[in-house]
């Protein structure tokens, strides 16, 4: 009995507590300079935005979940077709404020990516295209930003792919001057990206 009250009133005060809490929208938008790792790939240059939500926990540290939208890939420098990967991103970003009621902040969290061209469904049906690019990507990012106090924010993050994105071990865009059948370095996904954002204060 005490450890269903003590449950009771634990999630009574979590709930009061993110009732609390300052929860305001918002969006962001920015450039990606993006590339693949262990390739011949060269870096692209492409979109990326987001809607927020920004849960203001304490003075210290704030919990932002996101959607986003990112344009990456890689360039070709041979006769090859340019790598274009369009995710759709769920970020939970964690922000830690170096000083109360200031708005210099780190930013670190994980992410979800979904090919939005090359996803499970168009799979399932016989594919949409030829990518043999996974349609799924787990990605950790880390950042620093700084926060006006009439809602501007200005961003740089870093955003590195876990999982080997060559959905066939095709090694594909290998450099030609090295040994494919020696590859076994995975390709991920990484991307640095900076922006500007608007929190709307409600």
Do not use: C
């Not at 009250?5 to 009732?19: H, K, P, R, T, V």
């Not at 090694?171 to 900076?194: H, K």
């Amino acid at each position: 009995m005490k450890k269903i009250l003590f449950l009771i009133l634990f999630f009574s005060f979590s709930i009061l507590g993110f009732a609390q809490s300052r929860v305001n929208p918002g969006i962001r938008l920015g450039l990606n300079s993006a590339n693949i790792s262990n390739t011949n790939l060269e870096n692209k240059i492409g979109l990326n935005g987001a809607v927020f939500l920004d849960v203001r926990l304490s003075d210290f540290y704030a919990l932002q979940p996101e959607i986003s939208f990112s344009n990456q890939g890689g360039e070709s420098s041979f006769n090859q077709e340019d790598l274009n990967i369009n995710y759709i991103s769920i970020a939970a970003a964690n922000k830690f404020y170096v000083i109360p009621k200031q708005g210099l902040h780190f930013i670190l969290g994980p992410s979800i990516d979904f090919d939005f061209d090359n996803n499970f469904i168009n799979l399932i049906n016989g594919g949409t295209d030829d990518s043999d690019v996974t349609p799924v990507d787990l990605s950790l990012f880390f950042g620093i930003g700084y926060e006006f106090p009439f809602g501007l924010i200005i961003e740089a993050r870093y955003k590195q792919g876990l999982i080997n994105i060559d959905l066939f071990d095709d090694y594909f865009w290998y450099s030609d001057t090295e040994d494919e059948n020696d590859s076994g370095n995975p390709s991920l996904n990484n991307v640095f990206q900076v922006g500007i954002a608007y929190k709307f204060k409600i």
